[in-house]
């Protein structure tokens, strides 16, 4: 997996995770904090703002005011915004994030394709 299909990868996390949050507050009336919080998630998965930027304050709204659904955010986009995400996730899941990217980094100097999902598995002895 090299950077372009990491982002990629990254992306389809984050869109899949707007639409769950969306279908979760489907049946919110509008002016509901979660279902604008949803809202927010899918503005961000059009391209209708800075990804960067704003998700970081989204996902730190996810997870003090709605607990019970931070479950459903992937861990994986916790790692790829770092900063603050990072104080949601364990120092051993930041440790194991941290020999995936620098397994995904050697291989990627080498000119290597890498399997970030069969290392992730082998990693956490899910094979």
């Known amino acids: 997996m090299n950077d372009a299909q990491y982002l990629e990868h990254c992306r389809e996390l984050y869109a899949s995770f707007a639409g769950y949050i969306t279908q979760q507050s489907a049946h919110l009336p509008d002016n509901d904090p979660l279902r604008e919080l949803a809202a927010g998630f899918t503005r961000i998965e059009r391209g209708e703002g800075d990804i960067y930027r704003e998700s970081p304050p989204l996902i730190a709204r996810l997870f003090t005011t709605y607990p019970e659904l931070a479950p459903a955010f992937p861990r994986q986009l916790l790692w790829f915004f770092g900063g603050d995400c990072l104080h949601f996730m364990p ?13 995904r980094l050697a291989a990627a ?8 999902k069969g290392a992730r598995a082998k990693l956490l002895n899910l094979q």
Do not use: M, S
């Open 109 to 116: 100097a080498r000119g290597e394709t890498f399997d970030l």
């Open 91 to 103: 120092d051993e899941e930041i440790e194991r994030f941290q020999l995936l990217e620098d397994e």
